[in-house]
């Protein structure tokens, strides 16, 4: 809604207010305060989300304490100091790109970097690896999946990493279902805390065995994903009219995995504890925002469990109550949320997961400095 209609923008003074919390400009007449205007200029401040329908069971939301979720996720964020050496801040894995798919490896093990992980490593299809590299030089890139050796050599690397992300652009070659087994059963033996997005939740809906009882995982499946998944694994249709209860179902049956259902609202749950994260995104769904979450979730889940492997560190009752998994998915939910708020803000239509990108940082200021 315009504030002033055009006669008045040609011939009124106005001032400009940048309102940086609110990533928005707002043009005001001079000495035209009216209740009107103030009403607009809050609601710009804070603008009320609509959280749509969550069903009856009842669950903590972005809306019920925000500042609360807010220190939670803040209190595993390592400070900056300059006595710490490279690596202290987490080593990030990606397994995932192919052929078709070279993006989404690097926009999630890109956005993991720019998050503040100190190493991020894609391990990839040789034909999907040049791509890969040609996009940033702080990427290490090694292209040995789907190789005559290549699961050795991914498997005999995988303890130097802190957490793993596995799916972004990895295809759904039914070859590969072997290899993806192979590298989470790793993972589960050195106790690794895991992400698993996109084709690596197809891979799972195949074979769901491979993940039950691994309370460290976090699955990230959209609507259709879950939906998939939840067949094979309950057995019968989600009630699209209570999806906090399903995505509660389907946690526990997997034996604890934390599930975040994306969607209007990202539904986290782990079978015990429930939490809604329904901050304001963008109404653009270009491809590869999932990839920009699978990225930061790594991140956090490597800083989150970090903090938890010395219980003397775990000092926020937030923290204490909700777990690594859920802080880990809620920071991260919420900071892509607010990427793609700021990035449609200046784009418009036109906003791409690149424009998100560049978002990223002031998103992380905004939210959690």
Not at 126 to 150: C, M, Q, R, W
Not at 193 to 209: R, Y
Not at 221 to 235: A, M, R, S
Request: aromatic share 8%.
């Amino acid at each position: 809604m315009s504030l002033l209609n055009s006669t008045n923008l040609l011939t009124s003074r106005y001032i400009v207010f940048f309102l940086r919390r609110a990533n928005t400009t707002l043009v005001y007449k001079r000495n035209m305060f009216s209740l009107q205007n103030m009403f607009l200029w809050m609601s710009a401040r804070s603008r009320m989300v609509p959280i749509g329908n969550l069903g009856k069971t009842r669950s903590a939301t972005t809306l019920t304490d925000p500042g609360a979720f807010t220190e939670m996720v803040k209190s595993v964020i390592p400070p900056l100091t300059f006595d710490k050496h490279k690596g202290q801040a987490g080593r990030v894995a990606t397994i995932g790109g192919s052929s078709s798919y070279t993006g989404a490896p690097f926009f999630s093990a890109m956005s993991a970097l720019r998050l503040g992980c100190d190493l991020s490593i894609v391990f990839c299809t040789p034909d999907s690896s040049v791509a890969i590299k040609s996009y940033s030089p702080e990427i290490i890139v090694h292209p040995f999946l789907n190789t005559s050796n290549g699961l050795e050599q991914i498997t005999s690397m995988l303890n130097k990493f802190h957490a793993t992300i596995i799916g972004p652009g990895l295809g759904r070659d039914d070859s590969l279902l072997p290899t993806i087994k192979s590298i989470i059963n790793k993972c589960r033996d050195l106790d690794m805390p895991l992400v698993i997005d996109a084709d690596g939740v197809f891979f799972v809906s195949q074979d769901p065995d491979m993940i039950k009882n691994y309370n460290k995982a976090i699955l990230t499946p959209n609507v259709v994903e879950f939906k998939h998944l939840f067949q094979n694994v309950v057995g019968e249709d989600p009630n699209p009219d209570e999806p906090i209860h399903d995505v509660m179902v389907l946690a526990r049956a997997l034996g604890n995995v934390t599930i975040v259902r994306k969607g209007l609202n990202d539904i986290i749950a782990d079978g015990n504890k429930i939490l809604v994260c329904c901050g304001e995104g963008s109404p653009r769904r270009c491809g590869g925002q999932g990839d920009i979450l699978s990225g930061t979730m790594g991140t956090f889940t490597c800083w989150a469990n970090m903090v938890f492997s010395k219980e003397s560190q775990v000092q926020n009752t937030m923290l204490q109550t909700y777990g690594p998994n859920i802080c880990a998915a809620y920071g991260a939910c919420l900071l892509t949320r607010q990427c793609a708020k700021q990035a449609f803000a200046q784009m418009g239509r036109q906003m791409t997961t690149t424009d998100m990108m560049a978002e990223l940082h002031r998103a992380f200021v905004y939210l959690y400095e």
